[in-house]
């Protein structure tokens, strides 16, 4: 540990005059004219964005939910779960579906080069009955699998900011950004944090892959390298696998002993009201993935 920066640091922050920020204090009626409307953003995943909602007071005064039918536009959203799953093929479909709306998506590839990338999201866009020359433009890869100076933040941000002012993207998926901090996981919070800020400064709407640690309950959110994503993004989507393996598990699922059961739940969501249950995961033969079920209907 670098004692002396951070006794350095302590001396700063203890001698630091303290300054008074107004232009950053905001009254109610001043905050809400800048504030985005909360709308939705189709994903591309069956079921999925049927599970979300607004509340509103309706004309006989009376308190409504009623449904935002698609995920919450300018939010910014991790999937976590362990390695050998379906997040990536989610993050394909998002991009796909946002791509095939004529919208510009940011895809920051880090764990495999742009080349490989772009050709499962051309099997992903057959899959949705969609011709990816069609759509080829409007996806953006940024690849910085194979590029080690976009795995530094300063250099990624300021690559995805030119590329975000120049393509007009409104949209990003970063696969994943467990590997902008390999090795430095002190400092994911950080890390995380920085993403978070910038995302929400350039209006993005904005997917984050994120690995689990092995040591966790899969099914929890500190899954994704402790707390270092969950308490800073807007929504987590928690993805499970389990092997049956006892009879109890067998009836709790109606599944035989060592079927494979998928599980999918969203843990929070600060942007809207959602869906609390632990939903059944599937995937079709043509690799798509789906959202079903509630555990017990």
């Known amino acids: 540990m670098d004692w002396k920066n951070l006794n350095q ?3 700063q922050e203890e001698h630091h005059k303290p300054e008074v920020i107004k232009e950053w204090i905001l ?8 504030a985005p409307k909360i709308e939705g953003v189709p994903t591309g ?3 999925l964005d049927e599970l ?23 939010s910014v959203f991790n999937i976590t779960w362990a390695p050998d799953t379906w997040k990536s093929l989610m993050a394909e479909q998002f991009a ?3 791509a095939a709306r004529w919208e510009k998506v940011a895809f920051i590839t880090v764990e495999s080069p742009a080349v490989f990338v772009v050709s499962w999201l051309k099997q992903r866009a057959a899959a949705m009955w969609y011709r990816f020359e069609e ?16 795995r530094e933040i300063p250099d990624l941000l300021a690559t995805l900011a030119y590329a975000i002012k120049t393509y ?5 998926v970063i696969d994943s950004i467990t590997w902008l901090y390999e090795n430095k996981e002190m400092m994911a919070r950080a890390i995380v944090r920085r993403l978070f800020n910038f995302m929400k400064k350039w209006y993005q709407t904005a997917w984050f892959i994120s690995q689990k640690r092995s040591g966790h309950e899969e099914l929890s959110a500190e899954a994704a390298w402790g707390f270092a994503v969950g308490h800073i993004v807007d929504w987590t989507m928690v993805l499970a696998k389990e092997v049956i393996m006892t009879s109890y598990q067998a009836r709790l699922y109606k599944k035989q002993i060592w079927d494979i059961v998928r599980l999918f739940r969203i843990d929070w969501c600060r942007m809207s009201g959602h869906d609390t249950k632990i939903h059944y995961l599937y995937i079709t033969d043509t690799w798509l ?3 079903g079920e509630p555990i017990g209907k």
């Open 96 to 98: 796909i579906a946002q």
């Open 168 to 172: 007009k993207i409104s949209y990003t």
């Open 289 to 291: 993935v789906e959202i």
């Open 45 to 47: 995943v069956k079921w």
């Open 27 to 34: 009254v109610w009626s001043e905050a809400i004219k800048k």
């Open 52 to 74: 979300f909602f607004t509340v509103e007071i309706d004309e006989n005064g009376k308190i409504v939910k009623k449904p935002l039918w698609w995920i919450p536009r300018y």
């Open 135 to 150: 759509l080829e433009d409007n996806i953006i890869l940024i690849d910085a699998a194979s590029h080690s100076k976009l």
């Open 9 to 11: 640091n302590f001396y």
